[in-house]
């Protein structure tokens, strides 16, 4: 895989708009360029990835960022983050088992943003947008859509760790 230098997707920007800025993990960060934005919106970022090279290029992106090259699937963070994001990663374990684990990382009243490819039949890769909010039984669901961007058909989710 090539990781090339573009601008981070939208969904990035949208979604944190309402949140007060703290701390934020981008799982599955690929060259970075949305844990970047994440920092330069006043958050205090970790970008973890399984690829050197992806950690090579995200480093190249930013420096206000915490990279760290490690497998998610059993990686586990020494603390929890307000924010938990991941966009398009694919594991080695199903995307679901993935999330329940990136959702164990939120703080109570943080909040968790997946963007994934939507299931249009073709993607290898993709996810149903019901059984991604269906996951998150619990959680307050404040944003479940499947929309397209240029040549992508996303579903993205935002929800919020109800606090205890
Ligand atoms: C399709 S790329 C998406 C990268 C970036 N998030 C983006 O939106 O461009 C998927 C990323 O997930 C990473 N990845 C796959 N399996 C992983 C794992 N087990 N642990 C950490 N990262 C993983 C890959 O190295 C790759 O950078």
Not at 9 to 14: H, K, S
Not at 48 to 74: C, F, G, M, Y
Not at 88 to 101: Q, T, V
Not at 107 to 120: E, R, Y
Request: one cysteine or more; charged letters at 20%; hydrophobic letters at 45%.
């Amino acid at each position: 895989m090539r990781y090339l230098d573009r601008p981070a997707n939208p969904y990035v920007e949208r979604e944190t708009a309402g949140l007060p800025p703290g701390t934020a993990l981008d799982a599955g960060c690929g060259a970075g360029a949305e844990a970047a934005l994440l920092a330069s919106l006043g958050w205090t970022v970790t970008g973890v990835d399984i690829s050197p090279e992806a950690i090579v290029a995200a480093q190249r992106a930013s420096s206000a960022v915490e990279w760290i090259e490690a497998d998610l699937t059993t990686w586990h963070p020494a603390r929890q983050f307000d924010l938990v994001t991941t966009h398009y990663a694919h594991a080695s374990i199903p995307h679901l088992d993935l999330y329940d684990r990136l959702a164990g990382w939120v703080a109570p009243g943080g909040s968790l943003l997946i963007v994934g490819h939507a299931d249009d039949g073709h993607h290898e890769a993709s996810v149903r947008l019901d059984d991604v909010v269906a996951r998150l039984a619990g959680w307050r669901i404040d944003t479940a859509i499947e929309t397209v961007r240029g040549s992508l058909y996303d579903v993205v989710v935002r929800a919020s760790k109800v606090e205890p």
